[in-house]
């Protein structure tokens, strides 16, 4: 599960894991690092809403992400499925570091769900859900946006869940992901 910090990433996850048989091990990076995330932001006297760019990517997010890959790993190979839930731009963007990151988790099969968004839902849930962590994002909010692309969809296959104001309930768009055929 991949898509824009706010995107609506656990939203689609929860509904996900209710209709999914048998339910997949949920990864979620912020459930699973965000105490962790905050203690090696203050020790090295980072800002608490810094959670993107280049020094949060090198010192904190490859360690997130690698983690959270090595647990899938594991539980995949006792024959679970897991759910990772995270924004996965590096690893979504670029078709040869998809493909790498997919044998990392054990191989085939790998699926990714993409949840769309635009700058102004965005802007809008940020500013809703008033998180600390998110404050970095929205003081540089262009800087944000650029990163993240959130209303450009990854050039991997994937499902999309549209998940901008005009879009139709998710509940919908869930029931036909899942009734549809599979993404590659």
Request: with cysteine; aromatic share 6%; proline share 8%.
């Amino acid at each position: 599960m991949a898509g824009a910090p706010g995107a609506g990433k656990s939203t689609v996850a929860r509904l996900l894991l209710a209709a999914l048989r048998p339910v997949p091990a949920l990864l979620d990076k912020d459930t699973l690092f965000s105490g962790f995330v905050a203690e090696v932001l203050a020790a090295h006297g980072r800002s608490y809403g810094e959670r993107e760019g280049a020094w949060y990517d090198a010192h904190v997010k490859v360690h997130e992400y690698g983690g959270m890959t090595a647990a899938a790993r594991e539980i995949r190979s006792a024959g679970c499925p897991a759910m990772l839930v995270a924004p996965f731009t590096g690893q979504i963007r670029d078709p040869a570091r998809w493909r790498a990151w997919a044998a990392d988790l054990g191989g085939e099969p790998v699926r990714l769900v993409w949840v769309r968004s635009d700058a102004a839902t965005l802007r809008e849930r940020l500013d809703l859900r008033g998180r600390s962590r998110d404050s970095g994002k929205v003081e540089r909010f262009a800087e944000f946006l650029d990163r993240v692309r959130p209303d450009e969809p990854p050039p991997v296959a994937h499902a999309e869940i549209d998940n901008r104001l005009s879009a139709p309930p998710l509940a919908g768009q869930v029931a036909a992901l899942l009734s549809g055929p599979r993404a590659g």
